[in-house]
């Protein structure tokens, strides 16, 4: 009888940790998303404000408030510019079902970005993106080295739409 009393604690203990822990794992925000070599990556959610959780420099992003709702299926477009090199190019993506997107570049778009005017501007189209970062004039070398990551791609761009 003690035994199977024993048996039944451990059990119901290791339930109680284990809500517990889904509990804690909810309640804190979702990273944002891995970036590959020449990426910019982001998350695209409504119902909280746009904020820059990233740490640059090798730390590590606190992702978007866990108060958001990710929205999936939104068409997100980079149009990459330079005045200095006289460059333009356009890549696009749709957010995933966690609302995540990266839109994967080569070596000729981060010259484009890299160069001493270049910029990086998003856009979605059909849809009311209310705030970006880091702002509706577009990403510029700075802001892009700012959120590059150790394997050489870029993350925290978001976009909240309404």
């Not at 959780?53 to 510019?81: D, K, L, M």
């Not at 970006?132 to 394997?151: D, F, K, R, V, W």
Request: net charge neutral.
């Amino acid at each position: 009888m003690r035994r199977n009393s024993m048996i039944t604690s451990i059990v119901g203990g290791a339930a109680a940790l284990a809500i517990l822990g889904s509990g804690v794992a909810n309640a804190t925000p979702r990273p944002d998303p891995t970036p590959a070599y020449y990426a910019l990556c982001g998350t695209v959610y409504s119902g909280a404000a746009l904020v820059d959780n990233y740490h640059g420099g090798g730390g590590a992003s606190v992702g978007i408030p866990n108060t958001a709702t990710r929205v999936s299926g939104v068409t997100v477009v980079a149009t990459a510019s330079s005045t200095f090199l006289g460059t333009s190019m356009s890549m696009s993506t749709v957010s995933d079902a966690n609302g995540e997107f990266c839109l994967q570049g080569d070596y000729t778009w981060l010259l484009t970005v890299g160069a001493t005017t270049g910029k990086v501007v998003l856009t979605t189209p059909g849809v009311t993106s209310a705030q970006q970062h880091p702002g509706p004039t577009g990403i510029n070398s700075t802001q892009l080295n700012a959120h590059t990551l150790a394997g050489g791609g870029a993350t925290g761009f978001n976009l909240v739409v309404s």
